[in-house]
Nanobody
Framework: QVQLVESGGGLVQAGGSLRLSCAVS????????MGWFRQAPGKEREFVAG????????SYADSVKGRFTISRDNAKNTAYLQLNNLQPEDTAVYYC??????????????????WGQGTQVTVSS
């Protein structure tokens, strides 16, 4: 059974930083692309960042380029999302997701097969 468990969310002031973690079990981690999504109240879930199985390729939403960094440690079966220069509009529940096909870094939520429970990020102004 594949499980994804996020951690690292919290409350920060604008301009602050957080690092989210996503621990994966039940599947060969390096054989899966990983993505981070977020969902704010009243809005649809949106793609934030993605990373290939080897970590050699990454993709970002325009709204977070230059501020967020996705990475992974295949030895630890964990993906990370470093959030810098956070702004109030970044407030959302952040989800990690796993794509078993690993053909490309998908930006559509429907392409991902497994999801974590989400972690809340709140940015105050």
């Amino acid at each position: 059974q594949v499980q994804l468990v996020e951690s690292g969310g919290g409350l920060v002031q604008a301009g602050g930083s957080l690092r989210l973690s996503c621990a994966v079990s039940g599947r060969t981690f390096s054989m899966s692309s990983m993505g981070w999504f977020r969902q704010a109240p009243g809005k649809e879930r949106e793609f934030v960042a993605g990373i290939s199985g080897s970590g050699s390729r990454t993709s970002y939403a325009d709204s977070v380029k230059g501020r967020f960094t996705i990475s992974r440690d295949n030895a630890k079966n964990t993906a990370y999302l470093q959030l810098n220069n956070l702004q109030p509009e970044d407030t959302a529940v952040y989800y990690c997701a796993l794509d078993t096909l690993m053909i490309t870094i998908a930006q559509a939520a429907r392409a991902y097969d497994y999801w974590g429970q989400g972690t809340q990020v709140t940015v105050s102004s």
